[in-house]
T-cell receptor, first 113, second 113 residues
């Protein structure tokens, strides 16, 4: 089954404790992206990757890192989480960009206390 | 960058009525306009999309219209059913640059039985 898988689904952590949210897709998509969803703001892009070893900032990259060592995986790293990073996070993948159908992961609800 | 505005933020209709959600965009380079449906606690899923070389697209009870000159596009749902209740997001992107989706802020549609 074609899918994008994120883990964990829920995470509560403390300020400053490094964490990683994993994302994996099995559709051989070139383009992968992270979004955060906040009430009244829709979804905003954090980082994206057009292919292996190619990553770049989206609209709200501060406080986040990503890597793309393999085509299928695109982890989101929060080196020193802060309460303003409490949000719902979605990983998405598509063939060549979000100008083609994007498939979203199940979401990760992160709470930073 | 692109800016997408979406109205209304909430919409309540009776079962069987029609629902219309409107979006405007700012970047004339945008040429792909998808609509996503997000049920409570679920991931966004593509329900219909339109490209700038087309003025209207229909899929059963759902239709999207695009006015490039005025830079607005709309989602039309006819014969609404309770299972249409969800949050709907419009988005826009182009074939150039980072090809990221810029989302509207969402419309919560409630279909009353």
């Amino acid at each position: 089954e074609a899918q994008v898988t994120q883990n964990p689904r829920y995470l509560i952590t403390v300020t400053g404790k490094k964490l990683t949210v994993t994302c994996s897709q099995n559709m051989n998509h070139e383009y992968m992206s992270w979004y955060r969803q906040d009430p009244g703001l829709g979804l905003r892009q954090i980082y994206y990757s057009m292919n292996v070893e190619v990553t770049d900032k989206g609209d709200v990259p501060e406080g986040y890192k990503v890597s793309r060592k393999e085509k299928r995986n695109f982890p989101l790293i929060l080196e020193s989480p802060s309460p303003n990073q409490t949000s719902l996070y979605f990983c998405a993948s598509s063939w060549t960009g979000m100008n083609t159908e994007a498939f979203f992961g199940q979401g990760t609800r992160l709470t930073v206390v | 960058g692109e800016n997408v505005e979406q109205h209304p933020s909430t919409l309540s209709v009776q079962e069987g009525d029609s629902a219309v959600i409107k979006c405007t965009y700012s970047d004339s380079a945008s040429n792909y306009f998808p609509w996503y449906k997000q049920e409570l606690g679920k991931r966004p899923q593509l329900i219909i999309d339109i490209r700038s070389n087309v003025g209207e697209k229909k899929d059963q009870r759902i239709a999207v219209t695009l006015n490039k000159t005025a830079k607005h596009f709309s989602l039309h749902i006819t014969e609404t059913q309770p299972e249409d209740s969800a949050v709907y997001f419009c988005a826009a992107t182009s074939d150039t640059g980072r090809r990221a989706l810029t989302f509207g802020s969402g419309t919560r549609l409630q279909v009353q039985p």
